[in-house]
């Protein structure tokens, strides 16, 4: 509990900082801008009458871009001094008694409220709406978590209690199946709790943050087909990797769940899939990772609701249904999304299906 609430903390400090210097970073570079550009136009022109326009300009987008209206009346003030001092006549001296200037002060300040208002009230209704999907999205896994672990824990219940119960009916392979029954409901299951216990370390973190480390995206690759291939040994995985290391911030343990819920998806859910491939690529400081099969694709139908949790696979069996691909694809979005990624689905011209995943990659890229 100390490092979580130490991990929220540092996440807290660390937002304000990035917002506080990128607020002042955009102070002084908009009013340098707006600066150069005027001491530009009066060396073409001898009229005047453009600066406190590109002044008033600057400070409506300092107000736009910035958190507050601190840096909104600090760059209006600073406006208003600089246009008397620097670019009206007589220059390099303050002169407040020249016509238009309470004006033009007044019209900044006005700027500046209502402009950084506007943008505090869009910021308002943008986390209302994130958090308004949060909730859409918590609400459907509940409702699919209640559904789905009502089956396994009574196809479990009931294979363990007919075993115990025999009394020389059953044959030694009528057992084995009951039990091998039971133990793939089993390990259903604690994939469950791993989904579970992944969604609440985000959403147990404010605004969906989450504490992200500089790695080596090959390695957590490899530590995902590792942990893969000992629940599924006959299956076999190819992994694809750049020449390059990429470096990528994120939660090694979470992006492995990712993962693991599309091998797992690909292998359940795939039909007659004999292999799996993993991709990983990089373009524009996004890295990509595709995981494909050969199987039987996904139906056109179930598209469009693949990812919200609310996934319902009426027309297969009971035991189909107790291992939905839902909540575990949900459970795949809500992570990269605190990562600040996408996750899509398509099904390959050949056959099978193809998820795609990104994250904003950070670090350098070193050659191997």
Same mark, same amino acid.
């Given at each position: 509990?100390?490092? =979580?609430?130490?991990?929220?903390?540092?996440?807290? &400090?660390?937002?304000?900082?990035?917002?506080?210097?990128?607020?002042?970073?955009?102070?002084?570079?908009?009013? /340098?801008?707006?600066?150069?550009?005027?001491?530009?136009?009066?060396?073409?022109?001898?009229?005047?009458?453009?600066?406190?326009?590109?002044?008033?300009?600057?400070?409506?987008?300092?107000?736009?871009?910035?958190?507050?209206?601190? +840096?909104?009346? *600090?760059? /209006?003030?600073?406006?208003?001094?600089?246009?008397?001092?620097?670019?009206? +006549?007589?220059?390099?001296?303050?002169?407040?008694?020249? +016509?238009?200037?309470?004006?033009?002060?007044?019209?900044?300040?006005?700027?500046?409220?209502?402009?950084?208002?506007?943008? #505090?009230?869009?910021?308002?209704?943008?986390?209302?709406?994130? =958090?308004?999907?949060? !909730?859409?999205?918590?609400?459907?896994?509940?409702?699919?978590?209640?559904?789905?672990?009502?089956?396994?824990?009574?196809?479990?219940?009931?294979?363990?209690?007919?075993? *115990?119960?025999?009394?020389?009916?059953?044959?030694?392979?009528?057992?084995? !199946?009951?039990?091998?029954?039971?133990?793939?409901?089993?390990?259903?299951?604690?994939?469950?709790?791993?989904?579970? &216990?992944?969604?609440?370390?985000? #959403?147990?973190?404010?605004?969906? =943050?989450?504490?992200?480390?500089?790695?080596?995206?090959? =390695?957590?690759?490899?530590? /995902?087909?590792?942990?893969?291939?000992?629940?599924?040994?006959?299956?076999? %995985?190819?992994?694809?990797?750049?020449?390059?290391?990429?470096?990528?911030?994120?939660? /090694?343990?979470?992006?492995?769940? %990712?993962?693991?819920?599309?091998?797992?998806?690909?292998?359940?859910?795939?039909?007659? %899939?004999?292999?799996?491939?993993?991709?990983?690529?990089?373009?524009?400081?996004?890295?990509?990772?595709?995981?494909?099969?050969?199987?039987?694709?996904?139906?056109?139908?179930?598209?469009?609701? *693949?990812?919200?949790?609310?996934?319902?696979?009426?027309?297969?069996?009971?035991?189909?249904?107790?291992?939905?691909?839902?909540?575990?694809?949900?459970?795949?979005?809500?992570?990269?999304?605190?990562?600040?990624?996408?996750?899509?689905?398509?099904?390959?011209?050949?056959?099978?299906? %193809?998820?795609?995943?990104?994250?904003?990659?950070?670090?350098?890229?070193?050659?191997?």
């Amino acid at each position: 509990m100390d490092k =979580e609430k130490k991990d929220k903390q540092s996440i807290k &400090l660390r937002k304000y900082l990035r917002t506080y210097f990128k607020g002042w970073v955009i102070f002084f570079l908009t009013l /340098a801008t707006a600066s150069v550009i005027c001491a530009t136009l009066m060396r073409t022109t001898s009229s005047d009458v453009h600066v406190p326009l590109i002044f008033v300009l600057a400070v409506l987008i300092i107000s736009l871009t910035t958190e507050g209206y601190l +840096y909104g009346l *600090l760059a /209006a003030f600073i406006s208003v001094v600089l246009v008397n001092y620097a670019f009206t +006549y007589p220059y390099m001296k303050l002169d407040f008694t020249i +016509y238009g200037y309470p004006l033009t002060f007044m019209t900044m300040l006005a700027v500046v409220f209502a402009t950084s208002t506007l943008t #505090s009230r869009l910021k308002a209704q943008e986390r209302l709406r994130m =958090e308004s999907e949060r !909730e859409k999205m918590r609400a459907n896994l509940l409702r699919a978590i209640s559904h789905d672990l009502r089956t396994p824990l009574t196809a479990i219940s009931g294979s363990i209690s007919t075993v *115990l119960e025999d009394k020389g009916a059953l044959s030694r392979q009528q057992k084995d !199946e009951l039990l091998l029954d039971a133990k793939q409901d089993a390990e259903w299951l604690c994939r469950m709790v791993e989904n579970l &216990l992944s969604i609440t370390r985000i #959403s147990g973190s404010e605004m969906g =943050e989450i504490t992200k480390e500089d790695e080596i995206l090959e =390695e957590v690759l490899s530590e /995902a087909i590792m942990t893969f291939r000992k629940r599924h040994d006959n299956v076999p %995985v190819s992994v694809s990797v750049p020449h390059t290391m990429m470096i990528v911030p994120m939660d /090694a343990m979470l992006i492995e769940q %990712v993962l693991l819920n599309l091998m797992d998806n690909a292998l359940i859910h795939g039909g007659s %899939v004999t292999k799996i491939s993993v991709v990983a690529s990089e373009k524009d400081g996004v890295a990509s990772v595709t995981v494909a099969d050969d199987g039987n694709g996904i139906k056109k139908e179930i598209m469009p609701h *693949l990812f919200d949790g609310s996934l319902q696979l009426s027309g297969r069996s009971a035991a189909d249904r107790s291992r939905s691909m839902g909540i575990g694809l949900s459970v795949c979005k809500t992570i990269i999304m605190a990562h600040g990624g996408e996750i899509s689905a398509e099904n390959a011209a050949g056959g099978g299906a %193809v998820f795609t995943f990104t994250l904003p990659m950070g670090g350098e890229k070193n050659d191997n």
